[in-house]
């Protein structure tokens, strides 16, 4: 488990890292075509729309990891001795979303790969874009089951 979580922490900074240095470049690209050559790309602002998506995703799933994601403080503050069932309540919540989101995900890429639809000015096949949902949900998942082992070994 600990190989697991030591290689999915470091596909989710690496990833994070990547897409981000290749949207800052591509959308860098994008402005100076447009106000230096007069010459607007319209390929940057789809493809830096799915970085974005891609690292919104990551982005979520080592939230997850580092305990960072966003939750209500005031229930843990006001009943202390509560940790324990609240932090069991929103694994198990997280982990009822993930499942939700690689079930319905891999419908959503099955209707989606039938349609055979094709992103507007990139013409990528639009269920490798829907395929961050189901993989995502299956990382975070992993996460999640990763916190919920060790908030039973911390008990």
């Given at each position: 488990?600990?190989?697991?979580?030591?290689?999915?922490?470091?596909?989710?900074?690496?990833?994070?890292?990547?897409?981000?240095?290749?949207t800052l470049t591509?959308?860098?690209?994008?402005?100076?075509?447009?106000?230096?050559?007069?010459?607007?790309?319209?390929?940057?602002?789809?493809l830096t729309t799915?970085?974005?998506?891609?690292?919104?995703?990551?982005?979520?799933?080592?939230?997850?990891?580092?305990?960072?994601?966003?939750?209500?403080?005031?229930?843990?503050?006001?009943?202390?001795?509560?940790?324990?069932?609240?932090?069991?309540?929103?694994?198990?919540?997280?982990?009822?979303?993930?499942?939700?989101?690689?079930?319905?995900?891999?419908?959503?890429?099955?209707?989606?790969?039938?349609?055979?639809?094709?992103?507007?000015?990139?013409?990528?096949?639009?269920?490798?874009?829907?395929?961050?949902?189901?993989?995502?949900?299956?990382?975070?998942?992993?996460?999640?089951?990763?916190?919920?082992?060790?908030?039973?070994?911390?008990?």
């Amino acid at each position: 488990m600990k190989r697991l979580g030591t290689f999915l922490g470091w596909l989710e900074n690496g990833c994070i890292f990547l897409c981000f240095s290749v949207t800052l470049t591509i959308l860098s690209i994008s402005i100076l075509s447009r106000y230096v050559f007069r010459r607007p790309l319209s390929w940057p602002d789809e493809l830096t729309t799915y970085l974005f998506i891609l690292m919104t995703f990551m982005g979520a799933c080592a939230s997850v990891k580092w305990g960072s994601e966003l939750k209500v403080n005031a229930l843990y503050e006001r009943f202390p001795q509560w940790r324990f069932g609240l932090d069991l309540i929103l694994n198990l919540v997280r982990l009822l979303a993930c499942i939700l989101f690689v079930v319905l995900g891999i419908k959503f890429v099955a209707i989606a790969f039938d349609m055979q639809t094709f992103s507007p000015i990139l013409r990528i096949p639009v269920y490798l874009i829907f395929c961050m949902l189901p993989f995502f949900g299956f990382v975070m998942g992993l996460r999640t089951v990763e916190c919920l082992v060790n908030l039973f070994k911390g008990r």
